[in-house]
């Protein structure tokens, strides 16, 4: 199966700093792929949508600011999180849609990244 | 909203299938339903999807009653390597781009 890869897999950081979590799609060319958080015992969240070439939609309550996402190839995509702060600390994944369309569409997750922000 | 409703959490001895349902009352006709698992600390991980038939692939098999409103999933045989989060998620056709993860089932599986 399509194989979607993250780096780095766990950073820790400094309050204030800024980190770039990276998302490949390794043998497949993605159009859209999704950022997602998920906070200890609970479930994924849907953070933002991005398509190749094109702004990020931000979910309700997430703010664009903090969260930069770049989707600057079929293949890569990329999340800041600006001025980290404890409350970010949390597991981020992605996922990515395989290009092509049709009437399914199927989704690949990442195996996530764990930041701890101190 | 979660459109779809799983138990909190199950368990099954090993070696016996393992049976998790999902109430999904309020599907509309081109939304498919697809089963992933989590893993503690990965990402997670497909493991079959259908729209009204049931299917069947090398993990597991995927029941959808006539009225397409609920659906069980079925792990034939399961192993200690089967604990994990499963989610049961509704989704569109491919111009609808959501995957929204509900509470999922927290499947265990002892010895």
């Known amino acids: 199966g399509a194989v979607v890869s993250q780096h780095p897999s766990r950073v820790i950081c400094k309050s204030g700093t800024s980190v770039k979590i990276e998302c490949r799609s390794l043998d497949f060319q993605a159009t859209t792929m999704f950022w997602y958080r998920q906070f200890p015992k609970q479930s994924l969240m849907l953070m933002a949508t991005s398509n190749e070439g094109s702004k990020a939609t931000y979910e309700q309550g997430v703010e664009k600011d903090k969260f930069l996402i770049n989707h600057a190839s079929l293949t890569l995509s990329t999340l800041t999180v600006t001025s980290a702060h404890p409350e970010d600390s949390s597991f981020y994944i992605c996922?990515?849609?395989?290009?092509?369309?049709?009437?399914?569409?199927?989704?690949?997750f990442g195996p996530g990244t764990r930041l701890t922000v101190l | 909203d979660a459109k779809t409703t799983q138990p909190p959490s199950m368990d099954c001895a090993e070696g016996r299938a393992a049976n998790l349902p999902c109430n999904h009352s309020t599907i509309s006709g081109n939304e498919y339903v697809y089963w992933y698992r989590q893993i503690h600390s990965q990402g997670p991980q497909y493991i079959i999807h259908g729209l009204k038939n049931n299917e069947t692939n090398e993990m597991a098999s995927l029941i959808i009653t006539e009225d397409r409103k609920s659906s069980t999933l079925i792990l034939p045989h399961a192993t200690l390597r089967d604990t994990a989060v499963y989610y049961c998620i509704v989704r569109g056709d491919y111009n609808n781009n959501d995957m929204r993860f509900g509470a999922g089932t927290r499947l265990t599986v002892k010895p």
């Open positions: 996922s990515a849609r395989v290009a092509g369309g049709g009437s399914y569409n199927e989704q690949f």
